[in-house]
Each structure stands twice: as C-alpha cells, then as structure tokens.
C-alpha cells in the first residue's frame, strides 16, 4: 500500500512539474496546496485570497487551489514548494520547524500572554520580516498567517484540572520537538502522529488525549470520541502562507505587490471566518456530541514549562527570536 502510495504520489510531482505555470494566453498560473477540508476557515481565506488575486490582477493571475491534502502532508507540500512543483502552501509553523528554527518559537508553551498579544506581534513586521525571509536561501518565504486557535487539551475520559492531571497520559502532539518537550514537560507520554491518524488513535486507546483547536472536535469528529475539553491554552500555533522564492522573485514589482496584498487582506478576512466557527463549533460540540469544556487554573502549567522558556532564552539557534517576541512582552 505504502508503494503504491509513494509511486501515485510521484506521479502527481511529475504532472505538476510538468504543467507548473501554465494557463490560458496571458494569465499567470500559482498552484497552491494545503490539508484542510473545503469547509474549513482556512479553506475559506485561501479562496479569498485566490480571489483577491484575481481582483487585483484584472484576472490576468489566478490560483488553483489543492485541498484536502490532495499532494501529500505538509512536509510533502513544504517540499514541493521548495522544488517549484507547488508555488504556494499553507503550512502549520510546526511544521515549518524542521525547516527553519525560527518557526519552532510559535511551539514553545506560553509564548504570549493572550491571542490580543499574539496578534499584535505578528503584525509587526520588524518580527514577522525577521521571519519570512529566513527560509528565502532554502527555497521559499512567508507571505502571511492565519490564526489556528489557542491549542488546548483535551482527553478521552479523563478530566484535567492542574498539571498533576496530565501524568502519564499518552498524548498526540503535532511532529514538532519543542511540543513533544511540552508534554513532556506536563507529565504526560507525547506520541506525535499525522493528524489523520488522531481520531482512530483515540477511539481504540493508541492515545488517551491530543491537543488542539475547538474545530477538531466538530470538522474532524474527535468530539465523537474525546469528551473533555481543557482551556489549558498552552499555545498559539498559526498557520502560515509561504511561497516558493524564485517563483515570486521573478514577478514583476506590480505582481509582488498584488500577492502580498491579497495574502495580508485574506488573514483580515479569516479572523471574522474563524472566529465565527470556533463558536459555532464549540456550541455543536456541546449540544449534540456531550463535550465538558473545562476551565483551568493555568498557573502549574505554566511553571511546569519554565525551563524550556529558558533554554530557548540562551539557545544561539533560538534566542534572537525569543527576545525579539519576548522583548516587551508582559508574559516571563
């Protein structure tokens, strides 16, 4: 099967090799890929910045669109973005750690204080430039986020109060070290996994929690199986918009700009997007699935996590980055 899938794989690298970039006469083609399903909010800001693109360009550019993981994981789409085969991707910052150092500060527990500091910092583009470009020399840069929610935990059929609550809980965690260190940090028995792979993890006992945002309760059904909700809110994980590097260096100045303001004008429109499906979703998780959402007293989780604050800070890969986040932030 995994033969089969590596060769079916390889044939579509070669179809998007082959056809990369063209389109009808004088209209400018971008292949982007990503793992959401067609209703999800990312979804939804990705068209819109395909048709923003469009807008802006007088229809002479145009972005064809590849969901639901249709070319491979994110590191598979990371990869064909590096190659030229995709031009664009959206990827999750953990995953963009295995590419760049950089991207792994997204992961660390506790970074900000609350989504309003979040915010303010990736706006700013002394950070944010900082980051984009560090993967230019590896074949792509950051044209923008999105907002992926305040990660939390949430478990099988064990309640988490402090956390004494996550010892030994087998865990799923996103293919990212510094989060597979934060469970270990809590307690519990991190086990990274494809996210495909959670809901049947779950749902035989492979795992006893995972961690992550409200909609998977709802769009990927984890709510049928886990039934505890905590607000631990340990991260704010964003989800990234990159390009390859050639591909946008070679656009003309008037087309750089038209993407970059299309990619900017998409992330405004997803935070009303998300925000309305955290809320529609969480009241489904509710009413129809018998979810417990929890609330949580932070503060052990918090201290628990405090080393790897510091070895970030003195890390020479990392602590540039940390103290450019950190550095007039409220929250030690």
């Given at each position: 099967?995994?033969?089969?899938?590596?060769?079916?794989?390889?044939?579509?690298?070669?179809?998007?090799?082959?056809?990369?970039?063209?389109?009808?006469?004088?209209?400018?083609?971008?292949?982007?890929?990503?793992?959401?399903?067609?209703?999800?909010?990312?979804?939804?800001?990705?068209?819109?910045?395909?048709?923003?693109?469009?807008?802006?360009?007088?229809?002479?550019?145009?972005?064809?669109?590849?969901?639901?993981?249709?070319?491979?994981?994110?590191?598979?789409?990371?990869?064909?973005?590096?190659?030229?085969?995709?031009?664009?991707?959206?990827?999750?910052?953990?995953?963009?750690?295995?590419?760049?150092?950089?991207?792994?500060?997204?992961?660390?527990?506790?970074?900000f204080e609350s989504y309003e500091e979040f915010e303010k910092k990736m706006n700013d583009e002394n950070i944010t430039n900082e980051i984009y470009y560090k993967t230019e020399d590896i074949g792509f840069i950051g044209l923008t986020y999105y907002n992926a929610g305040i990660r939390n935990l949430y478990t099988k059929n064990r309640e988490v109060h402090t956390v004494a609550d996550v010892a030994g809980?087998?865990?799923?965690?996103?293919?990212?070290?510094?989060?597979?260190?934060?469970?270990?940090?809590?307690?519990?028995?991190?086990?990274?996994?494809?996210?495909?792979?959670?809901?049947?993890?779950?749902?035989?006992?492979?795992?006893?929690?995972?961690?992550?945002?409200?909609?998977?309760?709802?769009?990927?059904?984890?709510?049928?199986?886990?039934?505890?909700?905590?607000?631990?809110?340990?991260?704010?994980?964003?989800?990234?918009?990159?390009?390859?590097?050639?591909?946008?260096?070679?656009?003309?100045?008037?087309?750089?700009?038209?993407?970059?303001?299309?990619?900017?004008?998409?992330?405004?429109?997803?935070?009303?997007?998300?925000?309305?499906?955290?809320?529609?979703?969480?009241?489904?998780?509710?009413?129809?699935?018998?979810?417990?959402?929890?609330?949580?007293?932070?503060?052990?989780?918090?201290?628990?996590?405090?080393?790897?604050?510091?070895?970030?800070?003195?890390?020479?890969?990392t602590k540039d980055i940390y103290q450019l986040i950190k550095g007039n932030s409220s929250n030690e």
């Amino acid at each position: 099967m995994r033969i089969m899938a590596l060769i079916l794989f390889g044939i579509v690298n070669v179809f998007l090799l082959s056809g990369c970039n063209t389109g009808e006469a004088g209209v400018t083609e971008f292949k982007l890929a990503h793992n959401q399903t067609l209703d999800h909010p990312v979804h939804l800001s990705l068209v819109e910045f395909g048709r923003l693109v469009e807008e802006k360009s007088n229809n002479k550019m145009k972005v064809e669109i590849y969901a639901n993981g249709q070319l491979g994981s994110e590191r598979e789409v990371l990869e064909l973005t590096q190659s030229g085969a995709v031009d664009v991707a959206k990827a999750s910052a953990s995953a963009l750690e295995g590419f760049e150092s950089d991207y792994s500060i997204f992961s660390l527990p506790y970074l900000f204080e609350s989504y309003e500091e979040f915010e303010k910092k990736m706006n700013d583009e002394n950070i944010t430039n900082e980051i984009y470009y560090k993967t230019e020399d590896i074949g792509f840069i950051g044209l923008t986020y999105y907002n992926a929610g305040i990660r939390n935990l949430y478990t099988k059929n064990r309640e988490v109060h402090t956390v004494a609550d996550v010892a030994g809980l087998k865990t799923r965690v996103q293919p990212s070290q510094t989060s597979v260190n934060m469970i270990e940090a809590f307690g519990g028995l991190p086990t990274p996994m494809a996210y495909g792979e959670v809901y049947t993890a779950l749902q035989s006992g492979v795992i006893d929690a995972a961690e992550n945002n409200e909609t998977a309760l709802v769009g990927n059904n984890h709510g049928e199986v886990a039934k505890y909700y905590m607000y631990t809110g340990h991260q704010i994980v964003p989800d990234m918009l990159v390009m390859n590097a050639k591909r946008f260096n070679k656009l003309s100045a008037d087309e750089k700009k038209i993407i970059q303001e299309a990619a900017k004008e998409s992330t405004i429109y997803h935070e009303d997007v998300w925000m309305k499906a955290i809320t529609e979703q969480t009241e489904i998780a509710k009413t129809k699935m018998g979810v417990q959402f929890i609330e949580v007293d932070k503060t052990s989780f918090i201290s628990a996590v405090k080393p790897l604050h510091e070895a970030y800070a003195k890390d020479e890969e990392t602590k540039d980055i940390y103290q450019l986040i950190k550095g007039n932030s409220s929250n030690e």
